[in-house]
């Protein structure tokens, strides 16, 4: 009989012992990479379909966008309502997203029902289709978000900083407009969807309470895909401009929002997660020294932040914030003041232990179940993580000191390199 627990009393805490990525196993079916991750324990399975072939290869990144939210709508098999109720009726969920070099469709069901849902994936990724009334509806919902979206301050600022990290004219940085997406025709969306949907362009995620049936369900699928070619995906490298501080009166708003990068160092690189660590412990999480200055000794916002961001054509600290008109220029003189700090005055270890706790929590959530950890493996596929990331991140975060935070500070928190856009009222 299990002893009864005492609420009462705190329940012990311990340190994180060594975390451990599984493996993932991966081969090919009938031309298609598969990538499993198996629990038979797990009550949950998911399917993504990966595609080559994003915002930055469609000929306009609306396009992309209204193609991926309208594919889980329907096929010429199952019409919209149809689809809809088979979802519904297995307690699933059907997703389609896309980021700037990937498409993926994703299909989350519990495990035993998920192999029943394969005629209905199948038959969307052989022939989506969705009446034009659904496309309509997509493209004005689409449209009026990305017009709400570009009159926030918020968007504003990310989306000229973006700009002066990856270069004016760079892909990475172009802008949507709520009027690209009336343009979208259903040809169009057509035409572009089965040209990512075939076999030369695809791979396959597994994941959670994955049966040996669902397994060769999902190859067979794949040997009925048509050939096709595969999308050819360029990363063209950042081009960053020059340090600035760039200022955009923003008519009717009531706070002005910040937002200054930094360029740093690729993924591949032996300072990149050192540097991610140094980051979190500047802004990436609620006691970290930003957090700490800015809100809470200083109150001059509610929140601010930082992160290193990686993506295939490069990588950028960003640090974001929100604060009325009169505090933008002591903002930033405490923003500069924490940087020249993170290589001066090195961690307490009262601050290591706070944020190597927060890293390894992270790092522990990729290990919670097996789609969490099937999901890890897709995004490296997806951002180009090298091979053995993980575990160079949990050795990197339970052994790095002070001082070695203090030293990658030095090289890359520098304050004459921020790239700073502020947006809202003239007097910012």
Do not use: W
């Amino acid at each position: 009989m299990n002893k009864e627990l005492d609420r009462r009393v705190a329940p012990p805490v311990s340190p994180f012992g060594r975390l451990v990525l599984p493996p993932e196993k991966v081969y090919e079916a009938n031309g298609v990479r598969l990538h499993i991750v198996a629990d038979r324990q797990c009550p949950m399975a998911r399917i993504c379909i990966l595609a080559r072939g994003g915002k930055n290869e469609a000929s306009s990144r609306a396009l992309a966008e209204a193609a991926a939210r309208v594919l889980p709508e329907g096929s010429k098999r199952f019409d919209v309502d149809r689809t809809a109720d088979i979802i519904d009726f297995h307690g699933a969920s059907i997703a389609g997203r896309c980021t700037d070099h990937y498409t993926r469709l994703d299909l989350t069901a519990p495990s035993r029902y998920i192999a029943e849902l394969l005629p209905l994936l199948a038959a969307i990724l052989e022939a989506p289709d969705f009446p034009d009334i659904r496309l309509e509806s997509i493209k004005s919902m689409l449209a009026a978000q990305c017009a709400y979206n570009r009159s926030r301050v918020d968007d504003i600022a990310e989306r000229n900083a973006l700009a002066l990290i990856a270069g004016g004219e760079h892909r990475f940085a172009q802008q949507v407009l709520p009027e690209d997406f009336a343009a979208i025709s259903k040809d169009a969306t057509l035409d572009y969807l089965n040209a990512l949907l075939c076999r030369d362009n695809i791979e396959i995620f597994l994941s959670g309470g994955v049966s040996d049936s669902l397994e060769e369900g999902v190859a067979q699928i794949a040997a009925d895909l048509p050939q096709g070619t595969s999308v050819p995906v360029h990363f063209l490298p950042f081009t960053p401009q020059e340090p600035q501080i760039k200022d955009i009166e923003v008519d009717g708003a009531e706070q002005c929002a910040v937002q200054a990068m930094i360029p740093a160092v690729p993924r591949s690189h032996p300072d990149y997660i050192p540097l991610r660590l140094a980051v979190t412990a500047l802004g990436g999480f609620f006691g970290s020294r930003l957090m700490q200055n800015i809100r809470e000794d200083k109150g001059l916002t509610y929140g601010i932040s930082s992160s290193l961001c990686g993506v295939q054509e490069g990588s950028y600290v960003d640090i974001a914030a929100q604060c009325a008109p009169q505090y933008t220029g002591q903002l930033l003189d405490e923003l500069r003041g924490e940087l020249v700090k993170m290589a001066t005055v090195p961690l307490t270890s009262d601050e290591l232990l706070r944020m190597r706790l927060y890293e390894q929590t992270r790092l522990a959530s990729v290990l919670d179940n097996a789609i969490a950890t099937g999901d890890h493996y897709l995004t490296a596929a997806t951002i180009g993580m090298p091979p053995g990331y993980f575990s160079e991140q949990e050795s990197v975060t339970a052994t790095i000191t002070p001082d070695q935070i203090a030293e990658v500070s030095a090289r890359y928190l520098i304050p004459d390199n921020l790239r700073i856009v502020i947006a809202g009222l003239g007097q910012c």
